[in-house]
């Protein structure tokens, strides 16, 4: 019998009610395919693997990490609290060590749902990661974590969540946003003032493959986490950078992404993008699983895959080497930017527009993070959507001061009533207030 060098627990959750159409690509035949695949190549028989099913995430789970408008009941439904509940599960294992590493397997997706929801963009309406390390937080500490986000769409959700917290580093590389949905990922996002230089994008060319992936992974997204030291290590595994997925337009391959994950070595990976049903999913799924259980992937390939016709360009390699060392170079001097930046004042405000392409709705977010020398800083978020909701929503975080305790409950009691809905986020005592 075969055995796996990991003990690798598989959460599994296809969410066969729950789809935006029945042609949608993001449907349940995402996973159903990769469990067919599983249960051909016998890996539910290879001792140290093992298949479990998801918890359920509850609203307070979600208000943790979102303001959903007008409130979670009316926005969520029961898959995604599933999905997410699957994410949680995934990471408890892993805390508790039932198992050394941990995959969800699991649907809807979520890295593009920010803090604010107002309904489904990017086919997310829960960000499954951060509502799991939240929960994970709650229950074990304020763990050091770090996202390696290999979607290829930017993952702007979850840099909204964590822009502002260096207790969260987020590294994201994907095809380049002048190029893609949702057309942010720029160099230039580089985190709030609470959270300056642990916001890193990586933004790379249409036609990246293997060996473009491979070199931004030794060459940037290694060194960052020796230099991090997290204590958690989580891979949001969105698979379209595949070369047969219909939404995007790069070159990588099942084996390349078993070479990145045997390289990153994650403690949880987490199913995101993906939707080349038949041709992609299975065979990255399954490379994933074996690279994660420290068993042999070398022999995983699609049926189709040729290594010469998905052979990266010589002009792509010399760009993502140049974009490379400017993203690093970055890294290593964060804070002289953030002297040269932010140091000094007392507010940042950012103002933007974000449109949830699922439902048609347009939203206007202005954003303010206060520049406190205790904390992160309370900052709050005035967002307007042409739906008639206009809200008024105040964080304050887990490492929050006196003053900003103080200043948040106070923003919360004496708002105007020119909003439909106010709400406050107490991370740090894990309250959430609404009116």
């Known amino acids: 019998m075969l055995k796996a060098k990991n003990k690798l627990g598989l959460v599994f959750f296809p969410a066969f009610d729950w789809a935006i159409s029945s042609t949608h690509p993001e449907r349940e035949e995402r996973l159903l395919y990769t469990q067919d695949q599983l249960f051909e190549e016998g890996i539910g028989d290879v001792e140290g693997i093992e298949f479990f099913n998801p918890a359920?995430?509850?609203?307070?789970?979600?208000?943790?990490?979102?303001?959903?408008?007008?409130?979670?009941?009316?926005r969520v439904t029961q898959s995604h609290l599933i999905s997410a509940g699957g994410v949680i599960k995934s990471l408890q294992m892993v805390m508790d060590k039932k198992v050394d590493k941990s995959f969800a397997l699991t649907r809807p997706p979520g890295h593009h749902a920010q803090r604010v929801v107002y309904g489904d963009r990017g086919f997310c309406i829960v960000n499954m990661e951060a509502v799991a390390i939240e929960k994970i937080r709650q229950e074990y500490g304020n763990l050091r974590v770090a996202i390696i986000d290999t979607d290829c769409h930017h993952g702007d959700g979850t840099q909204d969540i964590y822009w502002n917290d260096k207790d969260?580093?987020?590294?994201?590389?994907?095809?380049?946003g002048r190029t893609l949905y949702p057309g942010t990922g720029s160099i230039d996002e580089f985190g709030g003032p609470g959270g300056y230089g642990y916001n890193i994008n990586i933004p790379l060319p249409p036609g990246t493959g293997e060996e473009g992936f491979l070199y931004v992974l030794d060459n940037i997204v290694m060194p960052i986490l020796d230099d991090y030291k997290p204590d958690l290590i989580i891979n949001s595994a969105g698979q379209d950078n595949h070369y047969t997925d219909p939404l995007t337009n790069m070159n990588f391959t099942a084996q390349g992404y078993a070479v990145l994950n045997h390289r990153l070595n994650p403690d949880v990976a987490v199913l995101e993008g993906g939707y080349s049903i038949e041709g992609a999913l299975p065979y990255v799924n399954l490379g994933i699983i074996l690279a994660m259980a420290g068993m042999d992937y070398s022999k995983v390939h699609e049926p189709d895959y040729d290594r010469e016709k998905l052979k990266q360009s010589k002009d792509i390699t010399e760009y993502i080497k140049k974009i490379s060392n400017n993203v690093y170079s970055r890294w290593e001097n964060r804070e002289n930017l953030y002297i040269k930046d932010i140091k000094g004042m007392e507010y940042i405000q950012e103002q933007r527009q974000v449109y949830y392409d699922t439902d048609g709705i347009m939203e206007s977010q202005v954003q303010n993070f206060k520049v406190c020398k205790k904390c992160s800083g309370v900052n709050t978020i005035d967002s307007r959507s042409d739906r008639r909701h206009h809200i008024f929503a105040i964080t304050i975080p887990r490492d929050a001061c006196s003053s900003c305790?103080?200043?948040?409950?106070?923003?919360?009691?004496?708002?105007?009533?020119?909003?439909?809905?106010?709400?406050?986020?107490?991370?740090?005592?894990?309250?959430?207030?609404?009116?």
Do not use: M, W
């Open 56 to 74: 359920i995430a509850n609203e307070k789970d979600i208000k943790r990490v979102h303001f959903c408008v007008p409130d979670v009941k009316s």
């Open 168 to 176: 969260t580093l987020l590294i994201s590389f994907h095809q380049d």
């Open 405 to 435: 305790i103080d200043e948040g409950y106070k923003l919360y009691k004496n708002t105007a009533n020119k909003y439909t809905n106010v709400y406050l986020q107490d991370r740090l005592n894990d309250e959430f207030l609404a009116k």
